[in-house]
């Protein structure tokens, strides 16, 4: 994603000029943006005004429906970092430090409509796409991977180092062709991206090569029992250490160690009726029990209560892969399974339940 | 050429009782046109469609040079006045705000027409009420007769307090545009076109939302009013909405018109009185340089 012109980022009008005819543009900047445009000055003119109307509900006279659903999704809501503190034992409650931490931290994260539909994020430094037109479908680069772009976005389009893109990625998809209503939420408040009732699986296209029925032979045994992704991706990033600051001028960052590339396979953190998987791929999240030490001692007391290798599908899905060129490249193979040697010591706890203490062994002709 | 004064009498006097008559002669006539003429424009407003979002109201400000406006709250909608030509009616059912775009209806029997004692209002020949704002004299006439209380006076400014009213964009249609409201519109519940071909969709869109509503109904046919140049797809009674259920012409918007015979009556009695005076006088002067 390249650095997007200052004058790019704040024009209204873009190359065809054709703003102030558009649905949006037609009855002026006010009707959204409030303020005062019959002033001359800057001050008068920018009392009350709204940057980005989209947070203040702009959107919903128009788009109820859509906006009545997005507000329980988690682009909205950011409950996937409240689930997961909390379910390390962080204090929420109103005015707690881990408040004030999510609000100097993880709100930016936040997106509003306009983010996506009109500029890129705020966490991208924003700035108009295609002058204030508004797009109906956001851009795959500008938008989506501008924030999940280090993990997601980089496997999706193959820009870790020696792994090529996802297969879907090479057939020409876009982010939208597979998440699409499921962005604006199920209606329902999430706990995570992974009980949303909307959200897409592989079996909603492949169901003719998966399940008992399947001809071919490694998708009628493992069926139910893999995750997709054990088989069909590839080495990916995993983050470790992430700290949260605050500088003494007050602007807020984090630092985190170098991201690792790695493929584990571990037990299935989320077994349920639509996860039923024994085995899934695992991915180290960035959290450590200091994540929030800036902000005060144990901050997360129940630290070891939730894995910190969590479920994961990789978007760098390929056909063949090293583990599923035979039953040997799996099975009996240590090194592709999360053990105990590859878990921090003091993280042994947290995992417990997700490694793997027996590999799978060789079946027998 | 030399006048006498006898002739010069005789030809202002006609030309006077002429200019008397002239304007009640082209209003009447206007009146009677069909409002289904196949050059009358009109707007349908399918209240169904209507989702509040202020682009009316707003693109009305903005084609009439009135400054930009925030969007207003549903609590406390603007009424209209001289400088609000649009606004939306808003009511509520079970729990659930309505909306309806409110201005002027452009009546193919207007009071405001009838009783405008300037001409500032008149009949254009695409079907809707046009004014000119600098024959207005601020009567407040058509603020008073309106059935739908649309013209409004500018109060304010007591030196120059003229009305104010939708004027059905006049510029942009009689240019062959749509109106500004309509072409704001985002979801399509105003639309503009010829009158003839916007009733019948009205009538087509009424029948389809009636198979599950039988309170749906088309408001502005010919029975209101001689027919409306902005008419509704309503979908409770007109009431509800704010609108009048039966319209009718004000009877001193009628009565007006009996009064102006009166008045002409009375001119050409005093003209005639004059004339009598002026034939006797005459004479008399004669009778006595006899003398």
Redesign the interface.
Known sequence: MSQLEAWEKVLVDNEDGQFGNSTHGIVGCMICHEGDSSSPDMATAHTGLLADPSSADACSTCHAEIEAHDESSLHSTLSGFETVIESRGGDLSEGSLLVEAMGNHCESCHTTCGQCHVSRPDSADGGFLDGHEFEGTPSMTNNCTACHGSRVGDEYLGQNSGVKADVHRRKGMQCYTCHSVELHGSGELEADRYHNSESISCEDCHSDVIGTNATNTYHQIHYNILSCQVCHSVEYKNCYNCHVEQSEEGTCYYVTDPSVMGFEVGLNPIQSVDRPYEYVVLRHVPVSPATFASYGDNLLPDFDATPTWKYATPHNIQLNTPQNDGCNYCHGQEQIFLMPDDVAADELEANEDVIVRQVPGVPSE | MEISRRSFLKASGGLAGLAVCQPLVTKTAQAATDADSASHKAMLIDVTKC?????CY??CK?QNGY?????PTPDDPPDLAHNVWTTLHISEKDGVQRFRKQACMHCTDAACVRVCPTGALSYNELGFVQYDKEKCSGCGYCTQYCPFEIPRLDEEAISNDRIDKCTFCFSRVTAGGQTACS??C??GAIKFGNRGELLEEGKARVTELQKDNAKASLYGDSDVLGGLHVMYVLDDAAESYGLPADPTLPAPAVVHEVIQWVGIGAFFAMVGGFSLNYLVARARIAREEKK
């Open positions: 989702v509040g979002c202020w682009y707003a693109a903005k400054p930009e406006v925030n969007r072409a704001a985002p979801t």
